[in-house]
């Protein structure tokens, strides 16, 4: 059981709400308009950043660092700044660049609040659809046209025939076997969705989608998830079933009855 003291994460969640706000404040205006495009990977992989990416992110730390100077941060596009206490934020400004890039409305900005290296807070900010997804240590909850409402996943009764799976990207994620067994998956649930980046896990807190099983993915990328996704009920593991924090092969389930059954299947051998 952690032990925190309650108002500093209250006082770190309500930092959390001027984040989103400060970040779409710049990556709104900037959606769907020509920028420059950097692409960060080699050879024929494609990882881009953009000036909306760089900013956000810059304006983000300037608000944890006036606010928490003591706190640790580490981020997507910009270095790690190390702390002197136990609390740490990790950012993702734009989680789906690609989709930013293409003009596609479900990228967002995570933002996620970790105490001893266990995530307690987390945002999905979907801003583009002005749609917010946050978890805490005790539930989950969407705000969405200036209405909240509290997240609940839905069960499949542990039936992955009636699941509805997710994945960015299977052929730039997954090596060979991974994609043999993530196929092996798909194959048996009732449809997939690809291409929705983390606005997949809000649609698993939401009770709309069921599975999504990725990889190579980073802490940015996965710790705001842990919190949105277990506060609705769900669950959020490697492939190994066991802690994700630290990104790698991911399973989020919103049925966590569901869990054994995917870990079993997408075993995979050297």
């Avoid at 609390?87 to 609040?113: C, E, H, K, N, Y």
């Avoid at 979907?126 to 989950?140: T, W």
């Avoid at 969405?144 to 990207?169: Q, V």
């Avoid at 698993?204 to 993915?217: C, F, N, P, Q, S």
Wanted: net charge negative; proline share 4%.
């Amino acid at each position: 059981m952690l032990k925190y003291d309650q108002s500093e994460l209250l006082a770190r969640q309500d930092l959390i709400v001027k984040l989103a706000e400060a970040a779409r404040s710049i990556t709104l205006p900037l959606f769907k308009k020509d920028m420059v495009v950097v692409n960060k990977a080699e050879g024929r992989n494609y990882d881009p950043v953009t000036e909306a990416d760089i900013e956000a992110e810059r304006v983000m730390r300037e608000l944890i660092s006036t606010a928490f100077p003591c706190d640790s941060i580490e981020g997507e596009e910009l270095s790690d700044i190390h702390g002197s206490n136990d609390w740490l934020w990790t950012l993702d400004p734009i989680d789906g660049t690609r989709g930013f890039v293409a003009g596609i409305p479900v990228w967002s900005t995570l933002i996620a609040v970790s105490f001893k290296d266990n995530p307690v807070l987390g945002l999905i900010d979907v801003a583009a659809q002005d749609k917010q997804f946050f978890g805490s240590p005790n539930y989950s909850w969407l705000i969405h046209d200036g209405s909240e409402r509290k997240l609940s996943s839905r069960s499949c009764g542990g039936d992955l025939t009636k699941a509805i799976l997710g994945c960015t990207e299977p052929l730039a994620m997954l090596n060979e076997t991974e994609l043999r067994a993530y196929n092996n998956i798909r194959k048996i649930v009732r449809f997939s969705r690809l291409g929705l980046d983390a606005y997949a896990y809000g649609q698993i807190a939401l009770g709309r989608m069921d599975v999504v099983i990725e990889a190579l993915l980073k802490p940015c990328d996965v710790r705001a998830l842990v919190p949105v996704i277990e506060g609705a009920g769900g669950k959020l593991t490697n492939w190994e079933g066991e802690s994700a924090v630290n990104g790698g092969r991911i399973i989020a389930v919103g049925d966590p009855f569901l869990l054994p059954k995917i870990i079993d299947t997408l075993k995979v051998r050297a």
